[in-house]
């Protein structure tokens, strides 16, 4: 071995990290240090902040609205509803409904209804219920020599579940407190008599008899006759 041979272990020694180099390094601009003052504190959102002046976000006039009783569909193309057919899914045969998109796995829910939508091509015959229809749609089917039937449906199938879910839930909660008012009212009304029958005895034992001739409190003391209280007087004035 040689001293100009000797060197340390391989990654022995790391070499520094190179700061400051541009943001694309990483460690760029505040070299890893991060923020200082207020940027550095947790819960702080600067974006939109103008200073304190009216930001731009409060300064533009408000437009439209969001309809809470919107319709919501599920969308279904010509090219889909072929697809299925060819596929075995849905029988052209049979009468399309709602139902028969859901079974055959092409939607996965109803909500409000299927809407019919163009784009691409049928050749099979059908007839095919739907909660909507474009113009695109009805031509496609019509073309084919099928029909388009359109069905207003009053609620969706999500809020019929819904609703036969808190129905079920109320008359099982109504069911299961009727049982323990049931369970509890008999050892209840017996408690409640027996305690009416010790007060009545209880105020039977106070009430006096009709016989009897009720005492005042000065009366049930003894107290000594005016002659008495003389002669003991005397006596002892006497002995004095």
Known sequence: MKLNKIKDNPGARRSATRVGRGPGSGKGRTC??????QKSRSGV???GFEGGQMPLHRRLPKHGFTNIFRKRYQEVTIARLQ?????????PKKEIMAET???SGVVRRLRDGVRLLGGGELKAKVTVH????????????????GK???VVQSRSEDAEA?????AAKKAAKKA???AAKDTKAPGKKKASKESKDAGDEKLAEKKPQPGAEAESPLESKALPAPEEVSEASDGSSGES
């Open 45 to 47: 959102a600067l974006k």
């Open 176 to 178: 299961a407190k009727k």
């Open 32 to 37: 890893g240090s991060g923020m200082k003052g």
């Open 130 to 145: 739907v909660a909507g229809a474009t113009k695109g749609a009805v031509a496609a089917v019509e073309k084919a020599g």
């Open 148 to 150: 388009v039937v359109v």
């Open 101 to 103: 998109f859901r079974d």
């Open 162 to 166: 819904k609703a036969a879910k808190t």
């Open 83 to 91: 697809q299925a057919i060819d596929s075995g899914k849905i029988d």
